[in-house]
Nanobody, 123 residues
Framework: QVQLVESGGGLVQAGGSLRLSCATS????????MGWFRQAPGKEREVVAT?????YYKDSVKGRFTIFRDSTKNTLYLQMKDLKPEDTAVYYC???????????????????WGQGTQVTVSS
């Protein structure tokens, strides 16, 4: 059974930092394209960053967020710094059980999802 379990969300002041984790099980993590998405109230879910043989970042998080994985722990991370109120959202981890050089930026590309973790940035 595939599981993706996020943790690390919370309330932080603007300019602060958080690290999100996504622990995976049930499938070969090293063969997966992994992504972080977020959904703010009243808005559609959007891609934040993806990690495969290369990494992708949404323009608004470049230089502030870092996506990386620890294959020894089957865990994906999103290190977030210099957080802004507009980063407030539910953050979701997603897995596509194919790893290629292609970028996968659409939520429909992904096979499995975590339950989400709330990130709230106060001004």
């Amino acid at each position: 059974q595939v599981q993706l379990v996020e943790s690390g969300g919370g309330l932080v002041q603007a300019g602060g930092s958080l690290r999100l984790s996504c622990a995976t099980s049930g499938r070969a993590f090293t063969s997966a394209t992994m992504g972080w998405f977020r959904q703010a109230p009243g808005k559609e879910r959007e891609v934040v960053a993806t990690n495969s043989f290369s990494v992708y970042y949404k323009d608004s998080v470049k230089g502030r967020f870092t996506i990386f994985r620890d294959s020894t722990k089957n865990t994906l991370y999103l290190q977030m710094k210099d957080l802004k109120p507009e980063d407030t959202a539910v953050y979701y981890c997603a897995a596509k059980w194919t790893r290629t050089s292609k970028l996968y930026l659409n939520q429909d590309d992904y096979d499995d999802w975590g339950q989400g973790t709330q990130v709230t940035v106060s001004s």
